[in-house]
């Protein structure tokens, strides 16, 4: 039997088959996000306070910061609902809402990563004229591409998928709304949908190898120069956004990338959990960790707060 009318809702089985485990993902999903709230809107907030993070870099990376804060916040609430309850249920609009914002962002931060990997090859390999070719129009620019390409994206795959024949069961074997889960509930034939999920990831491999190249080139212009000075700084210039490409699309590759059988699908539900909640909680980390521009105007905030409370008490 097929149902050929919009479903009322779906029945999201998550972990479901290991309750003891839900209420332990439960805190560590809730930690993570509480992370990604403070530490993305915590770097949004220093680089429009501070001048010296008014840069290309600090530009695009409060952008990512942004994608992460909208990402996180179209999946995690409902996945906490899910995780500490009984009620494992979502509807179809709020299903339909997930999917279009879940596929978006995705296919944003793909090919954001790819412009930020561009404006460090700038950075190292043209730095006398990187104010010339990175410029604050440029920038604008580049960030619109992203969003205005993942959302023509989105908007070309999510209605051929919600307009599936689904299976009267309406069990989505996943903690969201995710491209590949509804093409496996649909009880009608797929072949459209696996064509364009397959051209979905021929356009997250194109910026990876972009990404690859510029790295390459970077590390080829390093390798010629003659001193160590030169290398720590280029190495700390990309090592932060170097670590972000590879969290990032470790899991993604873990999650699409995997055999169809049993065992790798609980693994893929567990590299898909680190992909929507574990990615973007890291990042504000990784780039306050290792990053002396963002320590010092934390460094600078933390100060200005502790005086001013100090300044409230005495009057």
């Known amino acids: 039997m097929v149902n050929q009318s919009s479903p009322m809702g779906f029945l999201l089985l998550g972990f479901s088959e290991h309750p003891a485990l839900e209420r332990t993902l439960f805190v560590v999903v809730f930690t993570s996000y509480l992370l990604t709230l403070v530490g993305n809107t915590l770097i949004i907030l220093l680089s429009v306070l501070y001048p010296r993070l008014h840069s290309p870099m ?3 990376l409060s952008d990512l910061s ?3 804060l909208c990402f996180t916040t179209s999946c995690v609430p409902q996945m906490l609902v899910n995780l500490w309850g009984p009620k494992k249920t979502i509807s179809f609009l709020g299903c339909s809402v997930q999917l279009f914002i879940f596929l978006s962002l995705g296919i ?10 561009f404006d460090r090859y700038v950075a190292v390999c043209q730095p006398l004229h990187y104010a010339t070719i990175i410029h604050p129009r440029l920038c604008w620019q580049l960030a619109s591409v992203a969003w205005v390409m993942s959302l023509v994206q989105s908007i070309v795959q999510t209605p051929p998928t919600l307009h599936l024949p689904f299976c009267p069961h309406q069990q989505i074997d996943d903690f969201l709304c995710e491209v590949s889960s509804l093409i496996q509930l649909s009880c009608g034939d797929t072949p459209y949908n696996e064509i364009q ?3 979905s990831s021929v356009i997250v491999v194109v910026p990876l190898s972009l990404i690859l190249a510029s790295y390459g080139a970077i590390a080829q212009a390093v390798l010629r120069i003659n001193s160590a000075t030169a290398w720590r ?3 700390g210039t990309c090592s932060s956004h170097l670590t972000v490409v590879t969290l990032f699309y470790s899991s993604v590759i873990a999650v699409y990338l995997q055999p169809k059988n049993p065992y790798a699908k609980g693994r893929g539900k567990f590299f898909g959990l680190f992909y929507a909640v574990g990615t973007p909680s890291l990042n504000p980390l990784v780039y306050t960790l290792r990053n002396k521009e963002i ?10 707060e502790r005086d001013s409370r100090e300044s409230w008490r005495a009057a």
């Open 58 to 60: 600090y530009f695009f």
């Open 66 to 68: 942004f994608l992460d």
């Open 108 to 117: 944003t931060e793909c090919i954001l990563l790819t412009v930020m990997a």
């Open 197 to 199: 999920l397959a051209v």
């Open 233 to 235: 700084k280029a190495f």
């Open 295 to 304: 320590k010092r105007a934390l460094r600078r905030l933390l100060r200005k």
